[in-house]
C-alpha cells in the first residue's frame, strides 16, 4: 500500500479525533489509535470530516491532528484530509497544510449553511482544487445538502476533481455517477448501513464512521462480496446493521463510537461539546448491549474480545 489516491481503496476508517475529558485533543492517545486501526487490513484513513468532528475544532486544531496523524502513518496508508470549512479562503489555507505534510489528497463538503447557487458551489471547488497539486474527492452529504448527479459531474470536469464521497442513499447514483463521470472518476460509497451494497455496485472504496470500532466486520464484507457470495455479505451487512442502530440511536453516535473503543482499551477520548457523553449507567447498557449483539450474531467482533477480556 502506498501513499497515493490511487491506492485509496477498500475499507477506509472516516477517522475520529481523539480528545481528552477537557476537550483538549490527544496527541499520545491520537497515535495509539492511528496504530490500532492500522493493525487492520484497511485501505486508508480519512481524516477531519464529520466524524472527526471537525467543525467543531479550529483551524490550528485540525492542522495539528492531520501532522500527528500523517507523522505516525509514516507514508505508509495513503490519507485524505478533509478541509471543508465555511470560507473557501479558510479552506484553501488547510488544503496547503494537507500539501505541505504529504496527504494523498483533500476532500470537502460543499459550502453550507447558506443556501448557495451551483456556481457558487462550483467555484468553491474550483478554487480549491487549483490551489494545490492534489486530488480532491467531493463530498456529498445530505447535511450539507446533496448535490445533484448531473453537478457531480460538473465538478468532474475540474482538472483535480478525481473522486466523490457519495454519503446518499439513492445507491442507482452510484452507478449514474460512474456512466457520466470521466474515465477513472473514483466513487466512494459513504453510508455505513449500505456497505455491502455500495461494494456490489463497484465503488473504489466505503469510508465510514463505524469502521473505527468494527473495521474487521466491513473487511469481511468487502472480502465477501469481492467473491461473488452476495447473500453470504447481506447476512454480515444485517449484522453491521445492528451494530450501527444501536450507536445511532444512542442520542450520541460518535460519543457511542468513542465508548466501545475505550472499553476495549483502545485511546479514543471522549466527544466534545455541544455533543454529550453519557453516564455510568448508560455506558455499562451501551457496552452490555454491544456484547449481546456479537455474542447473538456470532461474529466475534474483535473490539467485543477485547471488551471481555
Request: aromatic residues 8%.
Amino acid at each position: 500500500m502506498g501513499n497515493s489516491i490511487a491506492d485509496f481503496k477498500g475499507v477506509i476508517p472516516a477517522v475520529l479525533s481523539v480528545f481528552d475529558k477537557d476537550e483538549n485533543l490527544d496527541e499520545q492517545g491520537t497515535r495509539a489509535f492511528i496504530r490500532h486501526l492500522m493493525s487492520f487490513d484497511i485501505g486508508g484513513l480519512y481524516l477531519t470530516g464529520s466524524t472527526g468532528e471537525t467543525f467543531l475544532m479550529n483551524s490550528e486544531e485540525r492542522k495539528r491532528q492531520v501532522e500527528i496523524v500523517m507523522d505516525e502513518v509514516g507514508g505508509r496508508l495513503p490519507v485524505v484530509v478533509h478541509v471543508g470549512a465555511m470560507s473557501t479562503r479558510a479552506s484553501i489555507e488547510l488544503a496547503k497544510h494537507a500539501e505541505s505534510v504529504g496527504a494523498a489528497g483533500i476532500s470537502s463538503v460543499p459550502p453550507f449553511y447558506f443556501k448557495f447557487s451551483e456556481d457558487q458551489i462550483f467555484g468553491y471547488y474550483r478554487d480549491i482544487a487549483e490551489a494545490t497539486s492534489l486530488p480532491m474527492i467531493v463530498y456529498n452529504i445530505p447535511l450539507a445538502g446533496m448535490m445533484t448527479v448531473d453537478m457531480i459531474r460538473r465538478l468532474s470536469e475540474i482538472k483535480n476533481v478525481k473522486g466523490v464521497k457519495y454519503t446518499g442513499t439513492a445507491l442507482y447514483e452510484v452507478t449514474q455517477i460512474k456512466d457520466s463521470c470521466k474515465e477513472g472518476f473514483q466513487v466512494y460509497g459513504g453510508c455505513d448501513e449500505l456497505g455491502s451494497s455500495n461494494v456490489a455496485l463497484g465503488v473504489d472504496g466505503i469510508i465510514g464512521s463505524f469502521y473505527n470500532c468494527i473495521p474487521d466486520l466491513y473487511i469481511k464484507i468487502w472480502q465477501t462480496v469481492k467473491k461473488g457470495d452476495v447473500e453470504a455479505a447481506s447476512t454480515l451487512q444485517r449484522k453491521a446493521l445492528h451494530v450501527i442502530m444501536t450507536g445511532v440511536n444512542s442520542g450520541s453516535m460518535i460519543a457511542c463510537i468513542k465508548l466501545w473503543l475505550r472499553a476495549a482499551g483502545i485511546p479514543a477520548g471522549y466527544a466534545r461539546r455541544p455533543f454529550t457523553n453519557f453516564t455510568p449507567d448508560e455506558q455499562t447498557r451501551l457496552i452490555q448491549t454491544l456484547i449481546d449483539i456479537d455474542e447473538k450474531d456470532g461474529t466475534g467482533l474483535s473490539i467485543v474480545q477485547k471488551i471481555k477480556k
